[in-house]
């Protein structure tokens, strides 16, 4: 097994069963609180704005938890099999994962600007939400992609991540495996 | 750059009575000395009538035609504000702000367009009640539109995630020998899942663009057919 295998395993742990959970109550909390708010045409427009974050937020976790996660794991794991070419592309799935926290981050400035506009006080929970995501989520997500980038140039299990036509087969019925698929 | 100043020149009374104007609210009084205070002028279709960053001298207001609002994006691609058409004003959120304009309008078609003087307007807007609650009225029916813009910029349709989703299964089993169809198969309700809408949507939509050629469709099976067009659908540009 690949010596970066333990780091990334760590990594994907922290995101994928610490601090995406987390964040997915701090959504639940908001909505119990938002019940109690009155609707003012420009609560209900920030509600809509958040609504919009944890639909991209949840759609993110989706394909990290199912493809992402799995294929990184995957090439490390497979480090042992020399013959192993594996067609998963993770510069790739980067990119659009990229993509994706940047509209992250665009909603989220809305939502600061708006929460901000109607001043609603640092105790609301919408401030939770906010906080969650600059403080954890985006330097989390920066330091994942600093490590992929960083094996993409030095290690040699993340070389062979490209999208070669070998035994692609064999990723593909690893990550069917994990998802139930046939 | 104005062409055929006072070219034509309607009386605001007959104006603003038949096009339901911004300034239809004031009284016959009212509108004989907005007359005096106002030039005309006939923008021919494409021309600027004033331009980002240039500084307002008077409040716009559109006799007829059609104007288009536009501003330009970090790419430097138009981004549309609004379209105006008679009886609409604009030009005043820079006069009121004492700010210069944040966007460009041009004329989409012939339009008949008369200047109301800043320091003129500025005065009728703080000593007539009326037309001041017009003007909050109009700012607060912009701030809405412009609000239900933001949201709607934010939110991905669920075109644009069912070729997200395409792009993913490709960058994550990667194409089959024929260097075009994606190495999984996976049914409509498994797309649908990670698309995150209902199955009937995934079938319309992958049928759709089966139809553009984005893809070909055999079974389970998906061969993207037009990667380039695929990567515009999923509007990843931000």
């Given at each position: 097994m690949c010596t970066h295998a333990s780091t990334a395993e760590n990594s994907i742990t922290k995101i994928g069963k610490k601090l995406y959970p987390f964040i997915a109550e701090q959504f639940a909390e908001l909505y119990k609180y938002n019940k109690k708010d009155p609707n003012s045409h420009r609560l209900s427009l920030l509600f809509e704005l958040i609504e919009n974050l944890q639909h991209e937020f949840e759609s993110l976790k989706n394909y990290e938890v199912k493809l992402v996660f799995p294929s990184v794991q995957l090439v490390f794991n497979t480090k042992d099999n020399p013959d192993f070419t594996p067609s998963v592309n993770i510069h790739e799935l980067q990119i659009l994962t990229q993509k994706k926290e940047t509209l992250i981050k665009l909603i989220l400035n809305e939502i600061e600007s708006e929460t901000d506009a109607l001043k609603l006080g640092k105790s609301h929970p919408i401030y939770t939400i906010i906080f969650v995501f600059n403080d954890s989520f985006f330097?989390?997500?920066e330091a994942w992609h600093k490590m992929l980038g960083k094996w993409n140039k030095t290690c040699t299990c993340f070389a062979k991540a490209t999208s070669s036509l070998a035994h692609q087969d064999k990723l593909s019925s690893y990550l069917n495996h994990l998802h139930g698929t046939k | 750059m104005r062409l055929n100043v006072n070219e034509f020149l309607p009386s605001c009374a007959v104006c603003a009575k038949a096009t339901h104007s911004f300034f239809s609210i004031?009284?016959?009084e009212n509108l004989e000395e907005l007359n005096l205070n106002k030039s005309c002028t006939t923008f021919k279709k494409g021309q600027v009538i004033f331009s980002e960053n240039g500084l307002p001298l008077g409040l716009f207001c559109v006799s007829n035609g059609k104007i288009k609002l536009s501003t330009s994006g970090p790419d430097g691609k138009e981004q549309i504000l609004r379209l105006v058409k008679g009886g609409d004003i604009i030009g005043y959120r820079s006069l009121l702000s004492n700010d210069r304009y944040h966007c460009n309008a041009v004329a989409l078609e012939d339009s008949n367009i008369c200047i109301v003087?800043?320091?003129y307007f500025m005065n009728l807007a703080m000593s007539n009640n009326k037309l001041c609650f017009a003007l909050?009225?109009?700012?607060?029916?912009?701030l809405k539109t412009a609000e239900d813009h933001i949201v709607?910029?934010?939110q991905k349709n669920v075109r644009e995630r069912v070729a997200e989703a395409l792009l993913f299964l490709k960058a994550t089993y990667g194409f089959e020998k024929d260097g075009q169809t994606i190495n999984v198969q996976l049914s409509r309700e498994e797309i649908a899942d990670f698309v995150g809408t209902s199955t009937e949507s995934t079938i319309r939509?992958?049928?759709?663009?089966?139809t553009s050629k984005i893809i070909e469709l055999a079974g389970k099976k998906i061969k993207i057919i037009n990667y380039d067009k695929l990567s515009k659908t999923a509007n990843l540009s931000y």
């Open positions: 330097p989390e997500k | 004031l009284d016959k003087d800043k320091a909050f009225k109009k700012i607060s029916d912009d709607s910029l934010s939509l992958l049928s759709e663009f089966n």
